[in-house]
């Protein structure tokens, strides 16, 4: 019995653990392509401003910032007026992008392991003012639509999974010992 109370233990150990750790991040290597593959590739394209730069949250590869963007033009995706992408917080040796306050910009952007919006240094992301050429490239636009902005509904959804597995693991704990304890009466 001990020793499952210590397998579990140990179990959670890790489970926990591996949430918790800061993981190394990796030289950022592109495939490239054309304008045509860049946009199959994508989820969601759109022009935009970005109204806010927003806080981080952890991946399983570093962490990834909040860039909020009040949406021009889309080709490609369920686009709102206003969205909200991530992006690694780096430089291009992470694959981060870095998005500037206040400034416009053609993003390519695909849908992340939690559902939300991602994008990084290898999609294509250009400043609007050296787009120009590709935007004429990328076909008909789609229809912009007129609500909030798009949150990500699985955000977090990870993390609440592990804090109920941590909690279920504990309380699974708790009745085995409580039975050990019953038992040796």
């Known amino acids: 019995m001990r020793k499952i109370l210590v397998a579990l233990f140990v179990l959670f150990i890790i489970t926990t653990g591996i949430n918790l750790t800061d993981n190394e991040v990796y030289a950022c290597s592109c495939v ?12 969601a394209v759109f022009t ?25 033009n889309a080709w490609k995706g369920q686009i709102t007026k206003n969205i909200s992408i991530y992006s690694y917080d780096g430089d291009g040796a992470s ?21 939300a919006l991602e994008t990084n240094f ?43 597995s941590g909690a279920l693991l504990v309380l699974v704990l708790i009745l085995l010992f409580y039975r050990q304890v019953k038992s040796r009466r």
């Not at 694959?95 to 559902?115: A, P, Q, T």
């Not at 636009?141 to 609440?160: A, F, L, P, Q, Y």
């Open 122 to 164: 290898c999609t294509g992301n250009t400043e609007y003012q050296k787009a120009k050429s590709e935007l004429g490239l990328l076909g008909q636009e789609i229809e912009v639509e007129n609500n909030t902005t798009i949150e990500n509904e699985k955000e977090g959804s990870i993390r609440t999974y592990m804090y109920i």
């Open 32 to 43: 490239g392509g054309s304008i045509t593959e860049k946009l199959e590739r994508s989820d």
């Open 95 to 115: 694959c981060g992008y870095k998005f500037k306050s206040n400034e416009s910009y053609l993003v390519y952007s695909y849908l992340g392991n939690d559902g």
């Open 48 to 72: 935009g401003r970005v109204i806010e730069v927003g806080g981080t949250k952890n991946s399983n590869i570093g962490k990834l910032r909040k860039y909020t963007f009040e949406v021009n």
